[in-house]
């Protein structure tokens, strides 16, 4: 059984930049995918960032693309968000999420596909 807490959330200006993590126990987090999603208030939960479990393949929301980087470490089972030019758009609680499919080929982008969950941290962009 893994357990998921993200850190790092916090109240920024837009424009401004945050870094997420995920700290991972009780399971290495590789090989397995990892992903980021966010929920904003009234709003379903959305995907964001997913990284394949070899840190070979990324995918991103359209949303984000070009501003979010989405990373791993697997020796410290830990992954990241590097949070860059911050919309007032972007307020939300973001999850980490993982997947518990041993060397998947492939990425997978809905909550759905998710296994265990973090906590979530709050993230508020300011105008």
């Known amino acids: 059984q893994v357990q998921l807490v993200e850190s790092g959330g916090g109240l920024v200006q837009a424009g401004g930049s945050l870094r997420l993590s995920c700290a991972a126990s009780?399971?290495?987090?590789?090989?397995?995918?990892m992903a980021w999603f966010r929920q904003a208030p009234g709003k379903e939960r959305e995907f964001v960032a997913t990284?394949?479990?070899?840190?070979?393949?990324?995918s991103y929301a359209d949303s984000v693309k070009g501003r979010f980087t989405i990373s791993r470490d697997n020796a410290k089972n830990m992954v990241y968000l590097q949070m860059n030019s911050l919309r007032p758009e972007d307020t939300a609680v973001y999850y980490c999420a993982f997947k518990a499919s041993v060397y998947s080929a492939r990425l997978y982008y809905t909550d759905l596909d998710y296994d265990a969950w973090g906590q979530g941290t709050q993230v508020t962009v300011s105008s």
């Open positions: 009780g399971r290495p987090i590789n090989p397995y995918g």
């Open positions: 990284i394949h479990w070899s840190g070979g393949s990324l």
